[in-house]
DNA sequence: AGTTTGACCCGGACGC
DNA sequence: TGCGTCCGGGTCAAAC
């Protein structure tokens, strides 16, 4: 599932690829995905042009001229930029016809993702109960202890709870909790400075490190995009038999209804 | 009022 | 082959 550092992948890939280029007609094979009418989704973007990419949490953001397209890809949204000769996949909801005679084309096997316009410059309605950014000042020791003080959910949950720091999903989550060595079922509110402190680095070191897998990766890829470069990357804990330190085996357990996976030895308190 | 839980959207993967 | 069940990001309603 494309977290923050898959988004952020994609938009710098689809900057290099699409930048600047005038969308001359969509076609909507699945309307759910627009969310508003997607006639007057289709009408106001004819004309338009992608000036800026940018993210905010794991949603993209395509500046246009005068509006903003919002995207959010949920579980399994993809974007592939191809020539207007090759041929449609199964799961193509969203077609865009750019001005050079390619395509931007979104797929989604899962049909969770959702596209907007928004007015450029206006605070997108769901932004407003978003967390700040892990790698903004704002997310601190002191933000993280306040936020946290009262909550008595396990802090793998709350690492998920976008309202709390945005950008997270269940594999960073995993990984994160296993770098700091802290067992994912722990109250968020017994997490004391010092592990807030590792938490909220940790967190950045290794979002940046997947940023850096996920952008190496995308480049390799001449025809298509989306694909994320997870498979590059290296997972400690999600998904894994074993412990990369102790050896010992990887639990599978469920924390907050997903899928959670820890080394008892290695993540203790 | 604030916090927490669970259903929902969907279809591929997997197990029996 | 053919069912039934599970999974998951975010939203929303319901329950605590």
């Known amino acids: 599932m494309p977290e923050l550092p898959e988004v952020q992948t994609v938009l710098d890939t689809l900057e290099l690829r699409i930048k600047d280029r005038e969308i ?3 076609k909507i094979l699945y309307k759910p995905i627009i ?8 009408k106001r973007l004819l004309g338009q042009h992608f000036r800026d990419f940018k993210r905010r949490g794991k949603y993209l953001l395509f ?4 509006l903003t397209l919002v995207s959010h890809l949920r579980m399994e949204g993809k974007y592939f ?5 090759v041929p449609l996949s199964k799961h193509d ?6 001005d050079d005679g390619t395509q931007l084309r979104y797929n989604d ?6 596209m907007e316009l928004i007015e450029k410059d206006d605070e997108y309605r769901d932004f407003k109960d978003l967390g700040p950014e892990p790698f903004s000042n704002e997310f601190s020791v002191r933000y993280c202890r306040e936020y946290l003080k009262n909550k008595k959910l396990p802090i793998k949950q709350v690492l998920l709870d976008q309202s709390f ?8 989550a995993d990984e994160i909790l296993f770098a700091i060595r802290t067992d994912p079922r722990t109250r968020a509110c017994e997490l004391d ?13 290794i979002l940046k490190k997947a940023i850096k897998a996920g952008g190496t990766t995308i480049r390799s890829y001449t025809s298509s995009l989306g694909v994320t470069g997870r498979f590059q990357l290296s997972l400690n804990v999600h998904t894994m038999k074993q412990c990369p330190i102790c050896h010992g085996p990887i639990r599978k357990i469920t924390v907050g209804g997903r899928g959670t996976y820890y080394c008892e030895k290695c993540q203790k308190g």
């Open 165 to 172: 720091v945005a950008g997270i999903g269940n594999i960073y």
């Open 93 to 98: 909801h969203v077609i865009f016809y750019l």
């Open 109 to 114: 096997v899962r049909k969770f993702g959702r």
């Open 193 to 205: 400075d010092e592990q807030l402190k590792d938490l909220i680095s940790q967190t950045r070191k």
């Open 63 to 66: 500046e246009m001229d005068d």
């Open 81 to 85: 930029t191809v020539d207007e000769t």
């Open 24 to 26: 001359k007609d969509i």
């Open 35 to 42: 969310v508003g009418d997607p006639k007057q989704f289709r």
